[in-house]
């Protein structure tokens, strides 16, 4: 099988599998804006946000180097995975000691009493990544996809559960999520049997310290990417004006509307499973540029189409996914979604990147890279916020996200050298930015404005997709 049948099949299968489980995940934010008020759900989004933000830095990332090093075939996969369980084991320690101080701190005030869940909800989270990245390593993609489709199941079932009968709003959604992590790193235990690959006396010392020197750059990196992601809810949160909307409630709805770009990035998350696969299995490859330039302009176009149509059906796409009957505050979340959906698709193209640093093993340039965005990021949500309220926040990720592109693309094709064309990128964006303004400030006529440039990009992206299916199709 070819190189491109390769991705693509990876990816179908990563497809079948997780794009129902994605659905489902979109479709509870529904469920979330019907029972939780805008101010619970900042909150909700704060905790699950810090999770996400502390796992990397109490398990030092391992994870990643367990798809890297799993993959890699000069080293024992029952020593991989033996040495990052003692790794994350030994993370987590100092979680216990640490996690309580969190609601001290001012721009967290709000999770306060949520500690003792969130330690759980970071130990079972831990544990499922773990366990779901060593079976992605070892090539069991359709499992791998299994896991995905059964967790969401069980997550929407216990959401159901926990937060539309028994109310228990943003507790729910935390024992929600605990328990169907649980369920996944049992059911994954079992199957995958993982038993077999887990001893103490397999941890290797010297592994450990080869995976932690790759891994342990990456912290900082995920880091500071995560608080890029949700920066701008913690200004709009504790930021107060007389001029514009912000505060919790301001916040709120902010969170309701960030999720609708989830589209395109569960699209890309899809893929993404996928070409890291491929990227690190063809590093060492003769023709590894040209395949890096043909995939990457055919995703590119293909993300740029996606956020076009995205932005053309905004309103319909938010009035299935966020609920306005019980509180009607979310029925505007919509009007800050443009830019974000432009920020997604500039977000998806910097993990394309940062792919690079991982095949290639340059995961400090990684860190370098973020370090610029998430100052910039900073600064300008500081100045934009004020200003302009949550449309400045948006405003702020999308070009904290495309700095972070423009670094990227000149530092990482130092390592890998395709291709890429700058011109059409800087088409395609302005054509997305028009798109952005016409459905922020609605003039006449708007939908069919928008609908002439959405017909536009996908005809100024159309070849490289084309060309990439006859490669496919191709025997």
């Given at each position: 099988?070819?190189?491109?049948?390769?991705?693509?099949?990876n990816?179908?299968?990563?497809?079948i599998?997780?794009?129902g489980?994605?659905?489902?995940?979109?479709?509870?934010?529904?469920?979330?804006?019907?029972?939780?008020?805008?101010?619970?759900?900042?909150?909700?989004?704060?905790?699950?946000?810090?999770?996400?933000?502390?796992?990397?830095?109490?398990t030092?990332?391992?994870?990643e180097?367990?798809?890297?090093?799993?993959?890699d075939?000069n080293?024992?996969?029952?020593?991989?995975?033996s040495?990052?369980?003692?790794?994350?084991?030994?993370?987590?320690?100092?979680?216990?000691?640490?996690?309580?101080?969190?609601?001290?701190l001012?721009?967290?005030?709000m999770?306060?009493?949520?500690?003792?869940?969130?330690?759980?909800?970071?130990?079972?989270?831990?544990?499922?990544?773990?366990?779901?990245?060593?079976?992605?390593?070892?090539?069991?993609?359709?499992?791998?996809?299994?896991?995905?489709?059964?967790?969401?199941?069980?997550?929407?079932?216990f959401?159901?559960?926990?937060?539309?009968?028994?109310?228990?709003?943003?507790?729910?959604?935390?024992?929600?999520?605990?328990?169907?992590?649980?369920?996944?790193?049992?059911?994954?235990?079992?199957?995958?049997s993982?038993?077999?690959?887990?001893?103490f006396?397999w941890?290797?010392?010297?592994?450990?310290?080869?995976?932690?020197?790759f891994s342990?750059?990456?912290?900082?990196?995920?880091?500071?990417?995560?608080?890029?992601?949700?920066?701008?809810?913690?200004?709009?949160?504790?930021?107060?004006s007389?001029?514009?909307?912000?505060?919790e409630?301001?916040?709120?709805?902010y969170?309701?509307?960030?999720?609708?770009?989830?589209?395109?990035?569960?699209?890309?998350?899809?893929?993404?499973?996928a070409?890291n696969m491929?990227?690190?299995s063809?590093?060492?490859?003769?023709?590894?540029?040209?395949?890096?330039?043909?995939?990457?302009?055919?995703?590119?176009?293909?993300?740029?189409?996606?956020?076009?149509?995205?932005?053309?059906?905004?309103?319909?796409?938010?009035?299935i996914?966020?609920n306005?009957?019980?509180?009607?505050?979310?029925?505007?979340?919509?009007?800050?979604?443009?830019?974000l959906i432009?920020a997604?698709?500039y977000?998806?193209?910097d993990?394309?990147?940062?792919?690079?640093?991982?095949?290639?093993?340059?995961t400090?340039?990684?860190?370098?890279?973020?370090?610029f965005?998430?100052?910039?990021?900073?600064?300008?949500?500081?100045i934009?916020?004020?200003?302009?309220?949550m449309q400045?926040?948006?405003?702020?990720t999308?070009?904290?996200?495309?700095?972070?592109?423009?670094?990227?693309?000149?530092?990482?094709?130092?390592?890998v050298?395709?291709?890429?064309?700058?011109i059409?990128n800087?088409?395609n964006?302005?054509?997305?930015?028009?798109?952005?303004?016409?459905?922020?400030?609605?003039?006449?006529?708007?939908?069919?404005?928008?609908?002439?440039?959405?017909?536009?990009?996908?005809?100024?992206?159309?070849?490289?997709?084309?060309q990439m299916?006859?490669?496919l199709?191709k025997?």
């Amino acid at each position: 099988m070819n190189k491109y049948k390769f991705l693509a099949m990876n990816t179908i299968v990563f497809t079948i599998g997780s794009f129902g489980s994605k659905i489902i995940s979109l479709l509870l934010n529904n469920l979330y804006t019907k029972h939780i008020s805008p101010p619970d759900l900042f909150t909700k989004s704060m905790l699950e946000t810090l999770a996400i933000f502390l796992i990397p830095v109490y398990t030092f990332a391992v994870t990643e180097a367990v798809i890297r090093f799993g993959l890699d075939r000069n080293y024992d996969k029952k020593q991989v995975f033996s040495t990052a369980a003692v790794i994350s084991l030994a993370g987590l320690i100092p979680m216990v000691i640490t996690v309580p101080f969190i609601p001290m701190l001012p721009f967290f005030r709000m999770v306060n009493g949520y500690m003792p869940m969130l330690m759980v909800y970071i130990t079972t989270s831990s544990l499922r990544a773990l366990c779901s990245q060593f079976v992605r390593a070892q090539g069991k993609v359709k499992l791998f996809a299994l896991d995905g489709m059964l967790t969401t199941f069980m997550l929407l079932i216990f959401n159901i559960i926990f937060i539309s009968h028994l109310g228990m709003g943003v507790r729910g959604f935390m024992l929600s999520t605990i328990l169907s992590d649980l369920c996944s790193s049992v059911f994954l235990f079992v199957t995958a049997s993982l038993k077999d690959y887990f001893a103490f006396r397999w941890a290797s010392y010297r592994l450990g310290v080869y995976m932690m020197r790759f891994s342990v750059p990456l912290v900082p990196t995920i880091v500071m990417w995560t608080f890029t992601g949700f920066s701008d809810q913690i200004f709009i949160g504790n930021m107060h004006s007389k001029r514009v909307f912000i505060g919790e409630d301001a916040a709120g709805i902010y969170a309701a509307a960030s999720k609708i770009p989830n589209l395109i990035s569960m699209l890309s998350t899809i893929f993404m499973q996928a070409w890291n696969m491929s990227a690190i299995s063809e590093n060492e490859s003769d023709d590894r540029n040209s395949f890096y330039e043909k995939v990457y302009t055919a995703y590119e176009s293909a993300l740029f189409i996606g956020g076009a149509g995205l932005i053309l059906l905004v309103k319909p796409v938010s009035a299935i996914l966020i609920n306005y009957s019980v509180y009607p505050e979310y029925k505007t979340a919509f009007i800050y979604t443009p830019l974000l959906i432009a920020a997604s698709v500039y977000t998806c193209l910097d993990l394309f990147l940062a792919s690079i640093y991982t095949a290639t093993k340059h995961t400090k340039n990684a860190f370098i890279t973020i370090l610029f965005v998430c100052l910039s990021n900073i600064i300008l949500n500081l100045i934009m916020i004020p200003f302009a309220g949550m449309q400045g926040a948006a405003a702020a990720t999308f070009l904290s996200y495309l700095i972070c592109f423009w670094i990227r693309m000149i530092d990482a094709r130092r390592f890998v050298p395709f291709k890429f064309s700058v011109i059409k990128n800087a088409l395609n964006t302005s054509l997305l930015l028009v798109m952005c303004a016409m459905t922020i400030m609605h003039p006449p006529y708007c939908f069919i404005y928008n609908t002439v440039i959405t017909a536009s990009i996908c005809i100024l992206n159309a070849q490289p997709i084309i060309q990439m299916l006859k490669r496919l199709l191709k025997r």
